[in-house]
């Protein structure tokens, strides 16, 4: 292959610049880079050689036209902070990328009006797929495309919709989890602080914690409720252990704000963590866990591999397949000085 001689255009490269430099027709060259159509192996070398050499793009949408697929996704979310979207996210457009998807995000910021212009927007951009995700995994209204024929995977949320795929972390088995590591450690006196209960995660974490005291014949005393804040969490420590009433051996936090509280106060009353009192949080939030002192043992939903589940299925669902249903994806525990076991990491699931 040669350059263009002097005077010639050096513009932007079409698939006739392909073709002529190659010396194929043009339907070769679209058959070739499009993998569509039979071409021999050294052809299509060729033109993929030549293709590289001039740096021709092809036009995506008249690709989109061609295979009737734009290869991309929307991204849908209500999380303005990020703190459990963007690992989702990030997993999901690797999963994506490696197949050539690209991915538009948007964000609703829970604005019903605002949702409804980006879903809008989204479908004039011919879309393949969307993920919905959320900065909490409670029940939403699901997503009405009437008829679009627009696969919707709904990521730490869900919808009442049976034929809708929701995927979600297994908040209760997390906490089943954290317990059991306890009572493994002999903790027999273990409380549970956490947040407001009209989030369905609470009310996950705290059945979680009762099922795991139950089945080792444990008394399940009764949770305290409150605020997802560390100040939240000093107050409803400080008023554990001012009771008269036998104290705990351990706390196991709705979250790790809520822990790193706990152990401010655990402190501030002259007990030590992990010897006098061990502690658990959730979400394994890196900010909360590694300033805390001892640094603080929690359970992790697995965000990075719920973010590459919804990739996949997404790929699955536009590639033709039906999925429907909840499912729950395990979460992990892992173990820091504040719950007093020597191992630094465990993993497992219920």
Sequence with gaps: MTEPPDGESRGPRTIYDVARLAGVSIGTVSKALNANGRVSAQTREKIERVARQIDYRPNSLAQSLHRSRSMTVGILSTDSFGRFTMPIVGALERSLFDQGIAAFMCSATDDPARERQHIDQLLRKRIDGLVVTARRADLREPIAFTGRGVPVIYAFCHVGDPQALCL?????????????????????????????????????????????????????????????????????????????????????????????????????????????????????????????????????????????????ALQAMMAGETLSGVRRLPCSLVVRGSCGAKTQAMAGSL
């Design 168 to 312: 979600l972390p297994d908040d209760e088995g997390g906490a089943a989890l954290a317990v059991e590591h306890l009572i493994g450690l002999g903790r027999k006196r273990i409380a549970h602080i956490s947040g407001p209960e009209r989030f369905e995660a609470v009310r996950l974490r705290a059945k979680g914690r009762g099922r795991a005291l139950a089945a080792s014949g444990l008394v399940i005393s009764d949770p305290l409720f409150g605020r997802w804040s560390e100040e939240w969490g000093r107050e409803a420590a400080m008023a554990l252990f001012s009771e008269r009433r036998a104290i705990p051996d351990a706390l196991f936090c709705g979250n790790d704000q809520i822990a790193r509280g706990a152990l401010d106060a655990l402190r501030e009353r002259g007990l030590r963590t992990p010897e006098d009192v061990a502690v658990v949080g959730f979400d394994n939030w890196d900010v909360m866990t590694d300033a805390a002192r001892p640094r603080l043992t929690s359970v992790d939903m697995n965000l990075d591999a719920l973010g590459a589940e919804a990739g996949a």
